[in-house]
């Protein structure tokens, strides 16, 4: 069983149907990594269907070869870079929670504009989350923290809310950034209905 989600075609937009093969919406990790928090989340979520954003070749593989070897039928790994993900690939409405946890935070000012997170960014991830959905973020850099906080509160697409109260793993960087004493920063977002 292959648990890798590769597009036929790069230039159309997928569903959750065409991913998974059931069901309206799923969950994705963006920047899954090596897939720790994936893995974990779909164990125990086996009603839900969870898809990893990863653009390293290596770590969409062992993502993939890992939930295929523990029989995780509700994984898929995509190949693919995060925005062009949320605003070409996607269907609109299909993610109904995004995990965008301990992203690259960009930290040196000339490089902000790599940030993912960008004020023309907002309405993408608007577009891609179904009606209700969530963005549950996570990060040990401060200032990165408060750029996303700041541009999401600042939006009438999104209300900042409390976090969740129930299994959410940590990730593998959350783990190597608490043995160093780091302090992590999160935030939920609900997406809101607009006219
Ligand atoms: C710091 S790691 C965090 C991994 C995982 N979320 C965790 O917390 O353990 C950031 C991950 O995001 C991926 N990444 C960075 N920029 C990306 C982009 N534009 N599109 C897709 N993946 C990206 C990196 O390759 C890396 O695996």
Sequence with gaps: MSTAFVPEDYFRQYSVPEIFGEGETCEVDLGCGDGGFLLAMAAHYPERRFLGVERLLGRIRKVCSESARRGLNNVRGLRVESRYFLEWLIAPGSISRLHYLFPDPWPKEKHHKNRLVQDSFIPVLHRALAPGGEVLFKTDHEDYF????????????????????EFYPKTDFQQQWEAMGKAIYAARFIRNNVI
Excluded: G, H, N
């Design 146 to 165: 408060i750029w996303v906080c700041e541009k999401m509160e600042a939006s009438p697409l999104f209300t900042r809310c409390d976090w969740v109260d």
